[in-house]
């Protein structure tokens, strides 16, 4: 990994990657997609099972229990390999990881069919820890990948950019997830589990074609080839508090977001159906989308006027798409509605103005927020954080229309948490940058533990509302790593 970290290949790599690494980044973005996309599909999965299979909160949360464990799992496998034989990256490269990753991930996917054909639970829980083993393969070689193909003090604008393609997946995913699963392939008088199995074999498919696609093309070898061995990435402070920052973020976030649905059906909130609640979890991530475009904007090198029309349009655009998605007619595509597709889908865009107005002065704090954190990864990874845990707080304390807005903005406000802190707690580590990667992923495990622990308080206490408080210290943590913690140690440490 020496080539790229050295600062001679820092400066070399920011003066080319505009112009040689475009391609490779524009490839590279198609995984962040596929993998929001899939990964979103957990939230839809969790009221299926509940239903299907008559579990309580606790047990419906360990379908993000087997898939994040997973992350866990295969980062510290990982990480082991690393430190004792040396970083299997620069062995095999970054093209082979990708490749290895999609093939897991799609024997996953495959799994799903006898799963659902035995109508057992714990084989579900089965095929989605090997598609989450396959996921953390693409994470650990994708996310360094992204930020080393270009200079590193854009690397959080990069990642932000990928991650918003990764968004876009987690915007439409609900969407086709929800009508697929809870409507298109529910057969009445079969197990609810059935509606699964052709959506995953899908998935199976795609990834396949993806390892071919990935196997032959051409990427840059940045990085590769300097094999270290030992826990070298430990040694900084910075990244160890990373990996809690890490942990707390994707616990925080998919935490919120597995709630949504039985949240938003409560009589005390908003009391929707879970097919009219999936279009908010579908708002949820399309927030993230949004604000992770906008992150991409603000933390690049752009001009000051070119970057401030940018952070006006690009949020309208993104917001203007997401409401085009939503209003999708699927029933008239499917051929169930006897108006026409374009002419149901004008009347649906028209009808959801009322739900999409409420939005508009989240986008406006939004915008404001990224005014005060002036370019700055670290403070704007603070303000944004802060934010969540307010509008938790709120959510928490308040009932109806209020807490159900709060929870469904809080994707707008942790949009830029992960690209930040991965970039911040990767900054300066040199040729660890694999193995500090591995350790981050490996953290991903709090998506595997908080939301259980957020169902197991809201099944002792009687109440989903109260367990919000799980998320909202999850962000506490991340909003103090923004503000400190990606400091401590460094003595180069960028604000």
């Given at each position: 990994m020496a080539a790229i970290n050295s600062p001679a290949a820092n400066n070399a790599a920011g003066t080319s990657a505009a112009q040689t690494f475009r391609g490779p980044f524009a490839i590279m973005t198609s995984l962040f997609f596929l993998w929001g996309f899939m990964t979103v599909f957990n939230d839809i999965l969790i009221p299926r099972f509940k239903e299907a299979f008559t579990l309580n909160y606790f047990e419906a949360m360990l379908v993000q229990f087997a898939f994040f464990g997973a992350y866990f799992i295969g980062s510290l496998l990982y990480f082991i390999v690393s430190a004792t034989t040396g970083d299997p990256i620069a062995k095999i490269g970054y093209k082979n990881g990708v490749v290895i990753g999609l093939l897991i991930s799609a024997t996953g996917s495959a799994l799903f069919w006898p799963a659902a054909t035995a109508t057992s639970y714990p084989m579900f829980l089965v095929a989605l820890f090997v598609v989450g083993l396959g996921f953390a393969m693409l994470q650990i070689a994708a996310n360094p990948y992204v930020t080393i193909l270009g200079p590193e003090r854009t690397a959080s604008s990069r990642l932000n950019l990928a991650q918003g393609f990764n968004s876009i997946g987690t915007t439409i995913g609900p969407l086709i997830g929800g009508w697929l699963i809870f409507q298109y392939f529910s057969r009445t008088g079969a197990h609810g589990a059935d509606s699964v199995k052709v959506p995953y074999l899908a998935f199976c498919i795609v990834f396949v074609l993806l390892a071919i696609v990935f196997f032959f093309i051409k990427l840059p070898h940045i990085g590769e080839g300097k094999i270290e061995r030992g826990a070298g990435a430990l040694k900084y402070p910075h990244v160890v508090l990373g990996i809690v920052a890490i942990f707390m973020y994707v616990g925080g976030e998919v935490a919120v977001g597995s709630a949504i649905i039985n949240f938003l059906g409560q009589s005390t909130v908003a009391a929707l159906t879970e097919v009219?609640?999936?279009?908010?979890?579908?708002?949820?991530?399309?927030?993230?989308?949004?604000?992770?475009?906008?992150?991409?904007?603000?933390?690049?090198?752009?001009?000051?006027?070119?970057?401030?029309?940018?952070?006006?349009?690009?949020p309208l655009l993104a917001y203007l798409l997401l409401w085009v998605a939503q209003s999708a007619p699927l029933d008239a595509l499917r051929g169930g509605s006897e108006t026409g597709v374009f002419a149901a889908w004008q009347e649906r865009f028209v009808q959801n103005w009322a739900m999409f107005k409420n939005y508009l002065p989240f986008l406006a704090l939004c915008w404001l927020l990224f005014q005060f954190g002036k370019s700055q990864a670290g403070r704007t990874l603070m303000i944004f954080s802060t934010c969540v845990v307010v509008l938790l707080l709120t959510a928490v304390l308040v009932g109806g229309k209020t807490a159900m807005w709060c929870v469904v903005a809080v994707g707008l406000f942790t949009s830029i948490g992960w690209s930040n802190t991965f970039s911040l707690a990767i900054e300066g580590v040199g040729i660890y940058k694999s193995q500090a990667s591995s350790?981050?992923?490996?953290?991903?495990?709090?998506?595997?533990?908080?939301?259980?622990?957020?169902?197991?308080?809201?099944?002792?206490?009687?109440?989903?509302?109260?367990?919000?408080?799980?998320?909202?210290?999850?962000?506490?943590?991340?909003?103090?790593?923004?503000?400190?913690?990606?400091?401590?140690?460094?003595?180069?440490?960028?604000?």
């Open positions: 009219e609640a999936s279009k908010y979890v579908s708002l949820y991530w399309g927030g993230l989308m949004i604000g992770r475009f906008m992150g991409a904007v603000e933390l690049s090198d752009m001009k000051k006027l070119n970057k401030q029309i940018s952070l006006v349009v690009i350790l981050l992923v490996m953290a991903i495990l709090g998506g595997a533990l908080l939301p259980p622990l957020q169902g197991l308080v809201a099944d002792l206490t009687k109440n989903l509302q109260i367990s919000f408080i799980v998320p909202l210290i999850a962000y506490a943590y991340v909003a103090f790593y923004g503000a400190k913690g990606h400091r401590i140690g460094r003595k180069d440490a960028a604000a």
